[in-house]
């Protein structure tokens, strides 16, 4: 089975600012995936980034990158210069054959202009 | 590229009723994914489709919960009798397949039901 923590139910940012969001997962895969998602509040859900457990390479989309620790069962995301418009829940989910995506509880972003 | 629709948008019902939600997945999209999510709470995947097998329904509630792909296209959840509990937003997923590999899946708007 597999577990996602977020262990910051809320985070407030300042526009331009950058921000980390939190995010430890348990798995015993050994082939697997990690995710962050976006969830504004529309509720469409929408993939930001995604990293294989493979690579030791941390994943980067323009101002999204992740630092992931699998040793640590870590996997953090950066927002850098904050917009407004990234104000929404952000999900981390893990992913094994399957295809199979567990979630973890949410942490909702804040931007102040 | 037309997204999963996902109707209705909003459902408010009495405890003890019944209710269903409709999701038509992105064209070509083998897998089919319903999640249930809770106010303030991450999505739960409720069952999988292939075509329009499932792959797995482990966490649906069968005495009330039933799901439907006839066809392998649109899918059918249905709740009977409706629980106080069962207050949620519905999301409908979809992907081109569910096999090995990764295969994004992408999310319809969700139905966001009220059992009062």
């Known amino acids: 089975a597999q577990t996602v923590t977020q262990s910051q139910p809320e985070m407030s940012v300042q526009e331009a600012e950058t921000v980390t969001l939190s995010c430890t997962y348990d798995t015993s895969e050994s082939d697997y995936y990690l995710f962050w998602y976006k969830q504004p509040p529309s509720r469409q859900m929408i993939l930001v980034i995604r990293?294989?457990?493979?690579?030791?390479q941390n994943a980067t989309e323009n101002r999204f990158s992740v630092n992931f620790q699998k040793a640590a069962k870590s996997f953090s995301l950066k927002i850098s210069d904050s917009q407004l418009g990234d104000a929404a829940m952000y999900f981390c989910a893990s992913y094994n054959a399957g295809n199979m995506l567990t979630f973890g509880g949410g942490t909702r972003l804040m931007v102040k202009p | 590229e037309a997204g999963v629709a996902q109707s209705p948008r909003y459902k408010i019902i009495e405890k003890r009723q019944s209710v269903a939600f409709w999701c038509n997945p992105i064209s070509g999209h083998a897998t089919l994914y319903w999640y249930q999510q809770i106010l303030g709470q991450g999505p739960k995947l409720l069952i999988q489709?292939?075509?329009?097998?499932?792959?797995?329904d482990s966490q649906l509630p069968k005495d009330r919960f039933s799901a439907e792909r006839l066809k392998g296209v649109d899918s059918t959840l249905k709740i009977q009798p409706a629980k106080l509990e069962d207050s949620a937003v519905y999301l409908c997923a979809s992907s081109l397949s569910g096999g090995t590999g990764f295969y994004e899946q992408y999310f319809g708007p969700g139905t966001r039901l009220t059992v009062t």
């Open positions: 990293q294989e457990a493979y690579k030791q």
């Open positions: 489709f292939q075509n329009n097998g499932v792959v797995d």
